[in-house]
């Protein structure tokens, strides 16, 4: 009689610490799905922000990379000019000379992915494809934008110093003729257009990131929603 209830408090006991197991199981279950949930949500947000992030960041870059181009047209444009120029193509040559004054660097906005960073939740996107290639952009391609563009910024500062010497900023105009027919105006324009196009092939290289990395986030928030 005795070792029959012994063998029945000993069943309650095992299907009671089962239960508990159990229920233990489930609310990790539940606290994991729940955890899912919030980093998925959080997931959605980022991707949201990091897109119009990476827009505003094109649109500058967009902006930047024509402008640079502008530079080196008027620059090709110039230089094929004073090959037959005469004296009644100085105002034209003004014209074009002043388009090569107003060069810009970029700077991109990098909120969204800074503050993601900072929070430790990069490393949470579930698209490992997708993760290294913002982190690529923003680790890898802005980065050596930057550090160009702080080398041009450099030079375009040089450049203006020595500007003073030879054009007039007030009316925008070249100040001496005999200036233009020198070979040393041909080598300044040479440096300048050799600075500009190293810029621009590199503003255009993060143009066609950025718009890659938009589609694919694009792509990956379609495929979440």
Not at 26 to 45: D, F, G, P, T, V
Not at 53 to 69: A, F, Y
Not at 131 to 155: A, F, P, S, T
Not at 185 to 207: G, H, P, S, W
């Amino acid at each position: 009689m005795e070792k029959n209830k012994t063998g029945k408090y000993f069943k309650y006991a095992i299907g009671e610490i089962i239960l508990v197991m159990i229920g233990i199981l489930l609310a990790l279950q539940i606290n994991n799905w729940n955890e899912s949930q919030k980093m998925n949500k959080w997931e959605h947000r980022f991707l949201i922000d990091l897109k119009s992030e990476l827009i505003t960041n094109l649109n500058q870059l967009d902006r930047v990379n024509n402008r640079h181009k502008l530079v080196g047209n008027a620059c090709i444009e110039l230089k094929a000019l004073l090959k037959t120029a005469t004296l009644k193509d100085k105002s034209r040559i003004d014209s074009i000379y002043t388009l090569t004054l107003f060069q810009t660097t970029f700077f991109p906005t990098t909120g969204v992915y800074d503050s993601a960073l900072s929070a430790g939740k990069i490393e949470n996107i579930n698209n490992g494809k997708l993760k290294y290639d913002i982190m690529n952009l923003y680790n890898h391609y802005y980065k050596r934008l930057v550090y160009n563009g702080e080398i041009i910024d450099n030079v375009i500062g040089n450049i203006d110093l020595e500007r003073d010497q030879y054009f007039d900023r007030t009316n925008l105009k070249l100040k001496s003729w005999e200036f233009i027919e020198s070979p040393e105006f041909v080598l300044k324009l040479d440096y300048l257009y050799a600075r500009n196009i190293e810029y621009a092939f590199l503003t255009q290289e993060n143009v066609e990131e950025i718009k890659r990395l938009i589609n694919l986030v694009s792509d990956e928030l379609t495929e979440n929603d």
